[in-house]
């Protein structure tokens, strides 16, 4: 009970975070921290915490393969949105997730599942150069941040509590789902316009790389440290390397 109570009150604080920097410094730094693994990051400790290390690790090889297909779904509706309105778009963008998480799940390799997600990341970084540095915040309508807590809330007790049964394959497939980012990207579309959604999907991607580190070093270290190293080691290393690649992204576009 105790530790469901921390799922239930961490949480909503990230979303509300998310949700200020948004609505404080505009679309793209809002997607930025939507990217950093504020939902699969917690998910995989709880794992640990509940089903153990061994367990959490194995789900760190299925988050590898949802990092890649929550790419796909992106550079889907990225792709989409160029002609389509905002719902075709976000159909196509589950599409293409879908699609490639059943083609990625039969991959065993973690370095080829990281290398094809950084490949991933670096497409959708250059169809995305272009996009405005987001200094505007986007509208959000009032029920928008209880609905998101709401949805990353309800996502975080499922896969944890589910986990026996999802197994470490499909719990890990589903940590990485960006149930904070997706809302802010469709939001920001409907509110602002395709070029504002455009520079939060950029934001958004900036993240992944960090989320790949993160879950390499759960995979790497589940096997031979405790909890507490494994975790504070992957936090760490996951946000440098997403501090590192944005410091280096918009620099060179300055």
């Given at each position: 009970m105790g530790l469901l109570a921390v799922k239930l009150a961490v949480t909503p604080l990230l979303m509300a975070l998310v949700t200020l920097v948004n609505r404080r410094f505009g679309s793209a730094a809002g997607g930025i921290v939507a990217g950093l693994p504020l939902t699969s990051g917690p998910i995989s400790i709880y794992l640990a915490l509940e089903q153990g290390l061994p367990f959490a690790g194995e789900a760190a090889h299925g988050s590898l393969v949802g990092v890649g297909a929550v790419l796909a779904s992106y550079l889907a509706y990225l792709l989409?949105?160029?002609?389509?309105?905002?719902?075709?778009?976000?159909?196509?963008?589950?599409?293409?997730?879908?699609?490639?998480?059943v083609a990625a799940g039969r991959i065993d390799s973690d370095t080829a599942l990281v290398l094809l997600d950084l490949a991933l990341t670096g497409l959708l970084l250059a169809l995305t150069r272009g996009a405005p540095a987001g200094t505007r915040p986007a509208r959000l309508p009032a029920w928008d941040l209880p609905a998101r807590i709401a949805v990353s809330t309800g996502l975080v007790v499922l896969v944890t509590l589910g986990a026996p049964l999802l197994g470490p394959a499909l719990s890990g497939l589903l940590a990485?789902?960006?149930?904070?980012?997706?809302?802010?990207?469709?939001?920001?579309?409907?509110?602002?316009?395709?070029?504002?959604?455009?520079?939060?999907?950029?934001?958004?991607?900036?993240?992944?790389?960090?989320?790949?580190?993160?879950?390499?070093?759960?995979i790497r270290l589940a096997p031979t440290e405790?909890?507490?190293?494994?975790?504070?080691?992957?936090?760490?290393?996951?946000?440098?390397?997403?501090l590192v690649l944005v410091g280096v992204i918009y620099r060179r576009r300055a």
């Open positions: 989409a949105s160029r002609r389509l309105s905002v719902l075709p778009s976000c159909l196509t963008g589950l599409f293409g997730f879908v699609v490639w998480a990485p789902v960006p149930v904070i980012a997706w809302p802010l990207i469709v939001f920001v579309h409907a509110q602002s316009g395709r070029p504002e959604a455009v520079a939060t999907i950029r934001g958004t991607v900036s993240g992944a790389v960090g989320l790949c580190a993160f879950n390499l070093a759960v405790g909890i507490a190293v494994t975790f504070a080691v992957a936090l760490a290393v996951s946000l440098v390397v997403s």
